[in-house]
């Protein structure tokens, strides 16, 4: 990482008061003990969240450095302001950089900052993507999503369609959902690299029923298979969240193929199986998979079942 200005504690501690996010202490789980310091931290003119990270000797090469920045990365698109989050990482420190790679970030320039920053003028700044909720796609954008479909399909992910499927009929699919979209009952989230490139989408869906209005349905998520162990799984669930907070949903559901291992994903992301069908979609002869149902509540509370039948 680049050289920068920790601060003493106290200074730390005034910016977590003050705007509810700074850089603080990693802690090793298994024995509570201090290992290194990162976060975020607002830059200089407040027009982006700088990741920050350094990590005692002792505990380097463990894995715990990428592991916080992927944690911290998709925090930030979760809760904290909706603001470039940027590392700023000199070319030769190759660990740091494996780290803001694995954690979904990639370079945007050469020498950034270095009237403001000397010490980084022989540095590659990384960015994580950024989130677009579009309410129509231009054409631009629609052809980068049906490449990442596509893409998708062939490398056998769950999103609708087998590998191999026609660009013409998955075209067709998204045409609906972008009907939907300007009705108002779909929300697309996008997750765009920094030459704009669709990296990751998903759609959030109203139910019709108005009993259900307090909740959301996720389809068709997917993430860039190029790019698979760099966090954006992660990211764009928690961008998803995020957006669905901000419409004031509850209860997330999605519902996932059996036999992908993504159900382990998603209670990564804190979902639950809440139901199952076995043997409902049947990916070719003789193979017969569950379509598994699973929820999570977006406002805190668990899911649980009031008993009534």
Excluded at 130 to 147: I, M
Excluded at 154 to 175: H, N
Excluded at 279 to 300: E, K, N, Y
Aim: charged share 25%; aromatic share 6%.
């Amino acid at each position: 990482m680049i050289p920068i200005a920790w601060g003493p504690l106290d200074t730390c501690l005034v910016r977590w008061d003050s705007v509810g996010f700074d850089f603080g202490v990693i802690e090793e789980a298994s024995t509570r003990a201090g290992v290194g310091i990162g976060g975020m931290r607002h830059d200089d003119d407040a027009q982006a969240l700088i990741l920050a990270y350094r990590l005692h000797e002792q505990v380097r090469g463990r894995g715990l450095g990428t592991e916080a920045a992927r944690a911290w990365t998709a925090h930030a698109l979760e809760w904290l302001p909706s603001l470039p989050l940027l590392a700023p990482l000199r070319r030769e420190d190759a660990p740091s950089v494996r780290i803001a790679v694995a954690s979904g970030l990639e370079p945007v320039s050469d020498g950034s900052w270095p009237e403001k920053r000397p010490e980084v003028a022989r540095a590659s700044t990384y960015a994580a993507p950024r989130v677009e909720t579009p309410v129509w796609l231009d054409d631009t954008t629609r052809t980068s999503v049906l490449d990442l479909w596509c893409a998708v399909n062939d490398d056998g992910g769950a999103v609708g369609f087998l590998p191999g499927a026609p660009r013409y009929e998955v075209a067709a699919t998204l045409a609906r959902h972008e009907e939907s979209m300007e009705h108002g009952s779909t929300t697309a989230v996008l997750l765009r690299a920094p030459d704009d490139t669709v990296i990751a989408m998903g759609f959030w869906v109203e139910a019709a029923n108005p009993l259900h209005a307090h909740t959301r349905t996720a389809y068709r998520v997917m993430t860039d298979p190029s790019r698979r162990g760099r966090n954006l799984g992660r990211l764009l669930m928690a961008a998803m969240h995020r957006v669905a907070r901000q419409q004031e949903v509850e209860v997330a559901v999605l519902d996932v193929r059996s036999g992908l291992g993504t159900t382990l994903f998603y209670e990564g992301c804190g979902y639950v199986e809440v139901g199952r069908v076995p043997g409902i979609i049947r990916v070719a002869p003789g193979d017969d998979r569950d379509s598994v149902i699973m929820a999570r509540r977006l406002d805190g509370r668990p899911i649980v079942a009031d008993g009534r039948a």
